[in-house]
């Protein structure tokens, strides 16, 4: 699934490839995603200049001059740059022709992601309004943390990738945001001290930031071509390591089950 550093690294493709241009046409060649995609959108889209691109959480925005595309990647989704007559291939859901001669286009193969138009503010449409916030935010402090995980029997893990309670943090980097920590994936989430609530904000910062900085450059290699940008696990520390020696001390890092995901964790640097 891509998770928040893919998105962000895919909004940076996006906007170099994007930013400025004229939209000529949306083409919908399957509208069967997580919600069937509006047959006005075309007609609503047409000739529209994209002003801005962002992202809340894992949605993209492309904000154009009278209203918002709303785009999720959904499970298995990518969103590729390329020339508007690159041959199709099985998956591909839909694609913008901008006025550059590229396309924006989406391959889906599970149809969990999404693509929706407002001209209302987008961040009051039903897919964003009720958002937890998302690690970049102020809002996403250590007094909130603490404040969120008092009553919380769950697992630290768990809490971190509740998304209700925080947006946009998966399975990877919230085994390596515990392991930058040096904070247990198992500990009670109630169990943290405000010092540990400290270190995990930041931890969980940087565990983005560095996947953000890894798949930049992946992007740019694929950008006009027939790739996609993939997880950057070069730059792991922990994720998918087991059995391997930690990079810090040594000892070989363990995975365990937790709420049916991977968990993978250093006995002797994370307590
Ligand atoms: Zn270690």
Known sequence: MPELPEVESTRRGIERAALGQR????????????WPVDPQMPAQLRAQRIVAVGRRGKYLLLQLEHGTVILHLGMSGSLRILEADAPRLKHDQFELLLESGLSLRLNDPRRFGSLHYTTADPAQHKLLRSLAPEPFEPEF??????????ARRAAIKQVLMNGR????????????????????????ARRLSRADCVRLVRAVRAALNAAI???????????????????????????????????????????????????????HCQR
Not at 23 to 34: K, V
Not at 217 to 231: A, E, I, Q, S
């Open 141 to 150: 402090s250590a007094d909130y943390l603490y404040r969120i995980t008092r």
């Open 23 to 34: 939209i000529r046409e949306l083409r919908i060649y399957d509208p069967r995603l997580r």
């Open 165 to 188: 309670l925080v947006t946009g943090v998966g399975n990877i980097y919230a085994s390596e945001a515990l392991f930058r920590a040096r904070i247990s994936p198992r500990r009670g």
């Open 213 to 267: 900085r890894a798949g930049g450059t992946t992007l740019r290699d694929y950008v006009g071509t027939d790739g996609n940008p993939g997880y950057f696990r070069q730059r792991l520390y922990i994720y998918e390591r087991a059995g391997r020696p930690c990079r810090v001390c040594g000892t070989v890092v363990r995975r365990i089950r937790q709420g049916q995901r991977s968990t993978y964790y250093c006995p």
